[in-house]
Structure formats: C-alpha cells, structure tokens
C-alpha cells in the first residue's frame, strides 16, 4: 500500500483550497471607508454586510479611487488560511472602453489606464464568518486595499466607461522552502555546479573557511524547472463595469508683457474649464506652478480669487501669473524650462450622511517655456510692418520696406480674430461700400440722453452678397461674419504745435549772435495753451460686437452701447465693420448725431 506523501497531500490541499475560493470586489462610496468599522464580526452575516455598503455609481478621471478586494474561502483553520495568504497573487486592470453606438461606423475602442498588483498580501483584514457553509464550516474571508488611479487615455472619448477587472492566483507550494517563496534560497538537495571560489580555499586569510559559489547562481541561463501555470488562478467576479466622466479641462497659455525695456518675463494664463458631465458642486482647492531657477509671482489678488473656490458645471477661471527667471546670465546660455502644474479638485458628490463621498482629483502635467527675448516684438500682427521713421515706432519690423503679403488665408491663420487698426493702415484691405455688400442703417434713441447716462444705437445689417445667376455650377457664396469697432474721434494734439516766437531779444533789433531762450515764457505759454486736448465724448461699451454668419440676403440686428460723458453735440469717428473671412473692413462714418443735455 503506497503512502500518500507531502507534496501530494499539499497538492489537495490546495486544489480543495482553490474550488472553494471566490474573489469579488468593490468600490465604495464612502471616500473615507475603514473594513473594519463598515464589516464588523456580528450577528449579521459577513456577506449581508458586504451587499449592504453602499458603492459608486459614476468614477471621474484624474481619481484614485480605492478598490477592496475580497477573498471568501472555507477554512476551518486561521493559522492554515494565512500561510495561504503569504502565497496568493492578486492584481487588478483597469481599461478605458468607447461602446459601439449605432449611430457611428467605428468600432469600440480600448485602453489600459492602470495595471498593478497588491505588493503587501500580508497587510489584510481578516473576518471569520462562523457556521454559514453548508456542512457547518465557517467561512474566512479576507480584505484587501489597493489605489487605482484614474489616468487619461490617449483615445477618443466618446461615451466612455470604465472596467475594472481582478484576479487572484495561488502560487505552488514547495515543502522544501522553510523561508517561502520568492526569497531567492535554492531548494535543498539540489546538485550544485561549480564551485567557483575553489581557488580561495587554501587562503590563509580566511582562517580555514572555505567559500563556496555554485555557477548556478551565476548562470545567465533561465533556469528550465520555471513552469507557466506556477500560478493558479481563483475563480472570482469577472469585472465591474461604471461610467466615467472629466471633470476639469485646463490649458495654459503664454503672453510677453509689453513693457519698455523689454524682460524674459512671461505671463501665464491658466484656463480651468468645469465639465457639464456632473450635476453637483466642485470645489478648486489648490492651484500651483513651478519653474526651475525661475520665479512665480502670483498674479490673483482679486477677493473672489481666493482658493479654494466652489464651481459647478459650465464654469470657466482663468488664472494669471508671472514668470521670470532668477538669473538673467543663465537665460542667455539656456532659456527653456519645465513648467510644472499641479492641480487639486474636490468633488463633492454626497457631502450629506456619516459616509460622505467627495473624491478628489489631481492634475499634474509639464509643459516647455522659453525665456528668449523675441528679435521682433510685433511678430504677433497679421502682416509685417514696414520701418516707418516719421512715426518713430517703438519697435522695428523684420519685414523691412517690402509689404509681404502671407500666402496662408486670414481666417485660418487667424480665425475670429481682428485686425489691429496699424495693420490695417499697410494694406489696402479699406474697400468702399458698394464693394463690400453690407447695407447697414443706424437708428439713433429716440428718447433725450443725458450725461453720465447709457444709450444705445440699433445696427439693421443686411448681406447684400448674391451668386451669379448665369453660372450655376459656381458654388454658394459662404456666410460672413462680421464685427463692428467703434472708432472715437482724433485728439487735437496730434499735430504738431509751431513753436511761436522768442521774446529773448531786447530792444527792436535782435542779435543774431545770441540764440533764443531755451526756456522763454511766451515759449512755455503758447506750449502749454496748445497742449490741452479734448475730452472724451463718449465711451463705446461694446468693445467687440459680432455679427452672422449671414447667408446672401439675410439679415441680422444688433446693439451698440455708449456711455455720454461730455455735453452737447458728440459722436464717433467712424464705425468700422471688418469681414473676419476675409480681413477686410470698410469705414462708415455717416453716423448719427448725439445732443447729450444736463440734468441740471
């Protein structure tokens, strides 16, 4: 009669162990949730216990979100269940998943966000559930914790979900490894290979000991007793599937101050744009940014600013800060940075109950900045000015004497974008009104303004622009889309005063040995009387009005704003209406006239 040996009462052992066995796990809602307060050893089964917690229905990116493990197995014995547990692997996935829309050709698409394993299998908690086994054994049931974090896929989101999937796996035992697995010990009773410190045997140095270091331990081979099914699996919950959603975009972008001299310095504007897809109340706890041997002057000082600041959906900040390197000699040998951001949201969920459920997010990303000082400030307009000298521009233009026109159409270089009123003087974009097929009439208030009081004129915009009856095969004229700039009236001292005569001289005959006075007060008061300027009329409130796009021969009606600041008679300059398609603009300066009465 053959005696079972220890292996193979070991290897029932387990296959007993793993048909009994079951992995399941959960995503509570509660953020702060503790196994042991939630699932505590009572009355009530373990299992009820487990079904009554309360779990998240929705995950957001840029979360780490705490997902418990729960490993149910028949046990009679603690002390066997936890030399178990020392040979149990559990790791968990958690993928990205576009569904298939009928509404859309392409297919479901998928990603890995996060892939880890539990490191410390030791750290559990363990709770006993007595006489719940159909043959009056107890079941043992252990709990384990481990943070996923939420990344952002490099897919196309569109509806996604996320799914999150765990195994658990019992590695095989080996009764000749008093030390465990996986601790690096060779097994006993294994034939070794060379001795490769047999040469240092007989060294007097050693005192008699003889080292010894078998070629195995060295051999770049891979040992051939590694099996692929070293692991075997536990059955268990296949995966949990939940919706999950964004809940903050950001996006930074940088402007060069325009000051005089001109500084490395960089301004940062930090957009944070709340998403609509969560229906409850967020809170901005932390905003930072860092930049190697640089500093960051916080730029919002606004009382509405302070952090951390409640937003909800729909919701756009913009933040403002300065960055100037430390060293301006360093800046001339390197001048690119990292810019760190990191920033922290709190979305409060359930704020309500013992077990609230605020998850937070972090954000955390680095973006290149570059501290070199631009050769031509105005590289930002449409198209290079040329060197102008009896202006006495503030900067030079690398384009010269010559009008290079850009071979890149206006509205896609710059789309919705206006031409400064500079640009627009060096190129003949300026056409007349006929030619630019827009009917515009002004309609003046028909109550009396008064100084320090709003007005408004009605705009009746009408696209005039008609396709070509004789060429049909000629495609629809496209619809514009225009914007409307007031123009205020010019300053008086914009020309040059005549400097009036010297009343140095004495007598009726002037010497022309001695020049005038470099300070003669019939000098200084003709400067001075001339020097005074008009006041502003009235201010325009509506800074950039849009209007269209307007298909041929539709119409559109719009408002201008204007705050009267002076008495009397005022107006405008002019009205200038650009075509953001096309960057021309016309000016109409038939405009209505404005009597602004006193109250007095």
């Known amino acids: ?84 547990l020392r040979r149990i692997a559990v790791s968990v996935e958690a993928q990205v998943v576009n569904p298939h829309a009928p509404d859309r050709e392409a297919p479901p698409t998928s990603e890995t966000i996060f892939s880890g394993t539990v490191e410390d299998v030791k750290d559990v908690f363990v709770a006993v559930d007595e006489d719940t086994a159909e043959d009056g054994e107890g079941y043992v049931y252990a709990v384990w914790k481990l943070p996923v974090f939420l990344a952002r896929p490099r897919i196309r989101l569109q509806g996604p979900h996320v799914v999150i999937s765990a195994e658990a796996g019992l590695r095989s035992y080996d009764a000749h490894q008093p030390h465990g697995l996986g601790d690096g010990y ?56 939940l919706p999950i959603y964004p809940v903050v975009h950001t996006r930074v972008r940088f402007a060069r101050p325009n000051a005089a001299p001109l500084s490395p310095a960089l301004i940062a504007l930090l957009e944070v744009d709340f998403t609509p897809f969560f229906d409850c109340e967020a809170s901005l706890e932390k905003v930072s940014l860092a930049v190697t041997d640089s500093t960051v002057d916080d730029l919002n000082t606004e009382d509405g600013m302070t952090l951390p600041l409640s937003c909800v959906a729909h919701d756009h900040l913009t933040f403002l800060y300065r960055l100037a390197p430390q060293h301006l000699d360093v800046v001339s040998k390197s001048p690119n940075r990292d810019l760190v951001i990191n920033i ?117 915009v009408v696209n005039r622009s008609k396709q070509d009856p004789s060429n049909a095969a000629a495609p629809a004229t496209p619809p514009r889309k225009l914007a409307l700039l007031a123009i205020p009236k010019r300053r008086r001292n914009e020309l040059r005063v005549i400097r009036p005569p010297s009343t140095a001289g004495h007598g009726t005959k002037r010497d022309p040995v001695i020049a005038d006075a470099v300070l003669d007060e019939n000098v200084v008061h003709a400067m001075q009387r001339n020097s005074v300027i008009d006041s502003t009329e009235i201010v325009c409130l509506s800074a950039d009005v849009r209007v269209g796009p307007l298909s041929p021969n539709a119409c559109a009606v719009v408002e201008l704003r204007f705050l009267a600041l002076q008495e009397g008679i005022v107006g405008l300059e002019a009205v200038r209406v650009v075509d953001l398609g096309s960057q021309e603009h016309v000016d109409i300066r038939e405009l209505p006239t404005v009597i602004v009465k006193s109250r007095g």
Request: aromatic share 8%; net charge negative.
């Open 1 to 84: 009669m053959a005696i079972p040996s220890q292996q193979d009462e070991a290897a029932d052992s387990d296959r007993a162990f793993l048909e009994q066995s079951y992995l399941t796990y959960i995503i509570p809602a509660a953020t702060q949730f503790v196994p042991e307060d939630a699932l505590q050893q009572g009355e009530t089964p373990f299992q009820d216990q487990l079904s009554a917690i309360e779990q998240r229905e929705q995950l957001f990116f840029d979360e780490t979100v705490d997902i418990y493990l729960v490993l149910r197995a028949l046990c009679t014995d603690a002390q066997a269940f936890r030399a178990y």
């Open 344 to 460: 922290e949201v709190m979305v409060i969920v359930n704020p309500e109950g013992p077990n609230p459920c605020t998850p937070r997010l972090a954000m955390s990303w680095t973006t290149n900045i570059d501290y070199t000082l631009p050769v031509n400030p105005g590289f930002g307009q449409p198209i290079p000015q040329p060197i102008q000298r009896a202006h006495r521009p503030s900067q030079l233009s690398i384009g010269g004497n010559i009008d290079v026109q850009s071979l890149i159409s206006p509205s896609v270089s710059r789309p919705d974008a206006l031409p400064s009123l500079e640009a627009a003087t060096v190129r003949p974009l300026e056409t007349s009104l006929p030619d630019f097929g827009i009917t515009m009439t002004f309609t003046g208030p028909d109550q009396p303004v008064y100084a320090g009081e709003e007005f408004t004129w009605s705009v009746f």
């Open 186 to 241: 060779m097994q006993s009773c294994t034939p070794s290979g060379m001795n490769l410190l047999e040469a240092f045997a007989n060294d007097p140095m050693l005192g008699g000991v003889k080292p010894e270091l078998s070629a195995l331990r060295v051999s770049r081979v891979a040992p051939a007793t590694q099996q692929r099914d070293a692991v075997r699996r536990i059955k268990g919950l296949r995966n949990v599937r």
